[in-house]
């Protein structure tokens, strides 16, 4: 989002995408010259907490439209919630199923203008942010491996 970029003092690290998408991305943010945004394509799984824990927010954004906004699993957005980066997400049913407007900000999905929004609201908030850092990580305990394995196992 063009106003999102236009803020100088923050950099935009984009990972993942096939790589026509990112090509295609690359060449729109150098027609209008922002140099402030990075795009490193898809990573090894091992990679990606490298980006997530250097983040100031991290941001996961379905698109509405798609049918998987409907039924997709939370265990990316658990990864979010683990770095301990406040984390905005699209306003879709599949993420509203599982996660709360206490443990993260949503934005409308395909809706640059609000997307920008809540990443300025979550950036120059220190109060929301840490609140919704310390509820982003409470909901990652509970959605660990082991505490899920230990309420499969309960129920068995």
């Not at 923050?10 to 140099?35: C, L, M, Y």
């Not at 941001?59 to 049918?67: E, H, I, K, M, T």
Request: hydrophobic share 40%.
């Amino acid at each position: 989002c063009e106003m999102c970029i236009r803020d100088r003092d923050t950099e935009f690290h984009f990972v993942g995408g096939w790589p026509n998408d990112v090509e295609r991305w690359q060449a729109r943010v150098s027609t209008i010259k922002a140099e402030n945004v990075f795009f490193h394509g898809l990573q090894p799984h091992n990679r990606v907490p490298l980006y997530l824990w250097h983040a100031d927010a991290v941001v996961l954004g379905l698109v509405a439209s798609n049918p998987i906004s409907t039924w997709c699993s939370p265990v990316k957005v658990g990864e979010y919630f683990a770095s301990g980066a406040p984390t905005v997400l699209s306003d879709v049913p599949a993420l509203r199923r599982w996660v709360t407007d206490e443990e993260a900000v949503f934005f409308k999905s395909e809706d640059p203008v609000s997307l920008a929004e809540k990443l300025q609201m979550v950036l120059h908030d220190p109060v929301r942010r840490q609140s919704l850092s310390a509820r982003g990580l409470d909901k990652a305990r509970q959605w660990s491996y082991v505490n899920r394995a230990g309420k499969i196992s309960d129920w068995m």
